[in-house]
């Protein structure tokens, strides 16, 4: 039997429907500009945003850790963003000596302050250890904004701010997870800095 090849195109046509869904969403839209907001607010405090997430959900929580921490379209001031997943001596030996769930409950016990920020991606929504940590934030003052799927997962009942994509498609959600996330990014800095000339 012949190996059927997916369609580039079809897969691209898929992934703008997905996109132009969440566009046509003003509660999502709306929502993703509190977001933006709340984050700044907790810049100019000199507070903290943290970032979790698992797999390629991991990669896109450190991606956007850095667009804070780093810059993104100007030169600016660093911003304290960090992704909690990025020293792996340290989620070896919890994983090993607790379990995988309590990777980044731990840490938020450990980082997060009151008003301090956990963003947390989940493509299900179902990730135990970012549920965890949202759990352990909260009790400690800290706002939790869940990244997820069209459901929003058990993340639902335990983010303060739900940002949940118009799909069930992992790739899609992912890639609507990082329009959204740079969206917020770019938010944030003109928010909180003066464009160069």
């Given at each position: 039997?012949?190996?059927?090849?997916?369609?580039?195109?079809?897969?691209?046509?898929?992934?703008?429907?997905?996109?132009?869904?969440?566009?046509?969403?003003?509660?999502?839209?709306?929502?993703?500009?509190?977001?933006?907001?709340?984050?700044?607010d907790?810049?100019?405090?000199?507070?903290?945003?943290?970032?979790?997430?698992?797999?390629?959900?991991?990669?896109d929580?450190?991606?956007?850790?850095?667009?804070?921490?780093?810059?993104?379209?100007?030169?600016?001031?660093?911003?304290?963003?960090?992704?909690?997943?990025?020293?792996?001596s340290?989620i070896?030996a919890?994983?090993?000596?607790?379990?995988?769930?309590?990777?980044?409950?731990?840490?938020?016990?450990?980082?997060?302050?009151?008003?301090?920020?956990l963003?947390?991606?989940?493509?299900?929504?179902?990730?135990?250890?970012?549920?965890?940590?949202?759990?352990?934030?909260?009790?400690?003052g800290?706002?939790?904004v869940?990244?997820t799927?069209?459901?929003?997962?058990?993340?639902?009942a335990?983010s303060?701010?739900?940002?949940?994509?118009?799909?069930?498609?992992?790739?899609r959600?992912?890639?609507?997870?990082?329009?959204?996330?740079?969206?917020?990014?770019?938010?944030?800095?003109?928010?909180?800095?003066?464009?160069?000339?």
């Amino acid at each position: 039997m012949e190996k059927r090849i997916s369609d580039i195109r079809a897969i691209a046509r898929d992934s703008i429907e997905t996109k132009q869904r969440l566009l046509a969403d003003d509660r999502l839209m709306d929502t993703a500009h509190d977001v933006a907001e709340k984050v700044a607010d907790v810049f100019r405090k000199d507070g903290k945003v943290f970032f979790c997430g698992n797999g390629g959900s991991a990669a896109d929580a450190q991606h956007l850790a850095a667009e804070f921490s780093g810059r993104f379209y100007f030169d600016r001031d660093p911003l304290f963003s960090e992704a909690l997943h990025v020293n792996t001596s340290y989620i070896t030996a919890v994983a090993n000596d607790y379990s995988y769930e309590e990777i980044y409950s731990r840490l938020v016990k450990a980082k997060v302050r009151e008003g301090d920020i956990l963003i947390g991606m989940s493509t299900s929504g179902n990730s135990a250890n970012i549920v965890r940590a949202f759990e352990q934030a909260r009790s400690q003052g800290g706002l939790c904004v869940g990244m997820t799927g069209e459901s929003g997962g058990k993340m639902k009942a335990v983010s303060d701010i739900l940002l949940n994509m118009p799909s069930s498609d992992t790739p899609r959600i992912q890639e609507c997870h990082m329009l959204l996330g740079h969206g917020i990014c770019q938010l944030v800095e003109e928010m909180l800095f003066e464009r160069p000339a």
